[in-house]
């Protein structure tokens, strides 16, 4: 089932951790396997690496935190050697890190370079994006990292019953839309041309952490747009050119999309003011950030609507 | 709550949030003649049926204002009786389905399935509904002022939906009886695989389902769609189009070939 949640807010900055949290929190029974955020926060000169070096459910068997702690200096000799300067490296979970650096060079070098690592993924990367991501609830997920003091300006977000693949960190949106800076993906639905588009999209060189179909999306989006088009033309290519059921919602640096395929099989309640735009699986979801009585509606089949600052 | 466990860290699954097997009744309506109101704000889905239940059956009031519904789930359903309610609004998906006689009001909007497999009975939605409105209803009248969304009155078996805006498409979905008045535009596929009923569209039709046709606006037609907008007080478009079943699928009376042989010989 899947739940996705969206805000944006248009003129300023609020507590996006927070309230893409109650959000999720709220939709808890449509998927309680994992919780995902992609949160913005202030943009900045520096490039905010998001990774994990272990996943939530990997054996923890005898040398496992020598082991990580062995990767993580690993990560950071490599960021060195391929020109990043390193502002900071923190550790957000016993597996999970957020590094902030200065660099200038070619993101997908980089990325590839330090999955290289073993047990590295590299989940974010981006001068705002931050995408987090781990088992349990929202509530669990926001306490595991500290998201309720996130300030930032848009965000989106996901929780996660799994249907095509395992319950694991990698399986767990949202995804990054390697090797794009700040562009990030959440999916409700299904993809039945799911390995016709893997194979396309491994040979024209773009890398696969997980076997979940949703990653597609966030791959596909990131080729597109290497190619020109816009976060909105690639959306609305994609209806077409993706098969299956889906209501997905797609983030970059200054703007907030959201897609629907033309059957309409999975559903979207939008709520829309001139400085938010609230958008989730379920009324009672925007109604945990806007406690009152609000006009919504549900977008029609074959819609792409995108939000801008 | 059932815990499991998973890699060194727990899982507290409570997937639906409702289970709730021993609640009773909160008893918070303030009760004034044959009249109830009350606040669902802070009530969990199950509670708000309870109490909801508990006056109409138990205390035998007619008449039940429920304020601050708040968008929860699977609300004022399965009542078998004649009797009013008002949502003062919004609900979420499933509400008031399985529901056989009520008057019921909503001041707000719904999310899918709403009035799903109601037999009799009146459902007003002052605003929007999300997909899937009147699924399956056997009788009765679903009024939606606004739009709503796609496969609205899938597998409908009777009664009336009338929708004052839009409706997205599959609209009508293996529609069986009935008839659905939409003053708005419909989206694609409308109709698709009905065996029955009618449907009139007062906008444009993106395109028709599968053996749906058009059919002729008669002046039984016109009395039922002036009748229907009179007793709702909607604005009536200028004009209809009716949409019916081609029959062109209808293979119900042909034997199998076994059967058929069976017959010959």
Redesign the interface.
Known sequence: MCGIAGIIHRDAEADVGSEMTNMLQAMKHRGPDSTGYALFGPPTDLVVIRFKLADANDPRDFDFKERLERHRLEVESRLGKIGAHIDRVDTETEYAYRALVRYEGDLKALADYLEDVPGCEVLSLGHSLEIVKDLGDAAEVAEMYDLGSFRGTHAIGHCRMATESDVDISGAHPYWAYPFSDVAVVHNGQLTNYYQWKRRLEASGHRFQSECDSEIIAVYLAERMAEGDSLEDAMKRSLDELDGVFTYMAVTGDSLGVAKDEMAAKPLVLYESANLVAMASEEIAIRAVLDREIDTSDPYEGQVLVWSR | MEQVA????R????????AEPHAEPPRTAVIDGGKATFDAADLTTRLINLELRRLIYEEGISDVTVQNP????SIGVGILQRCRITFE??L??FGVGLIDGPEVRIT??V??SVAENMMSGVVVIE??A??LAGAAIRGGDLVVKG?V???TGIDQKGGTILVGG?A???TAFMMQRGRQIICGDV??GLGDSMYDGQIYVGGTVKSLGIDCVEGEMTDADQEMLDRKFRIYGLDKPDSFRKYVCGKVLYNYDNLEPSEKKLVIH
């Open positions: 998973t890699g060194s860290r899982i507290t699954y409570d997937a639906r949030g409702l708040g968008a929860k789930h609004g919004s979420g998906y707000g909007r999310g899918w605003k929007v999300g997909s739009s969304g796609a496969r839009d997205g498409t599959m989206g694609p």
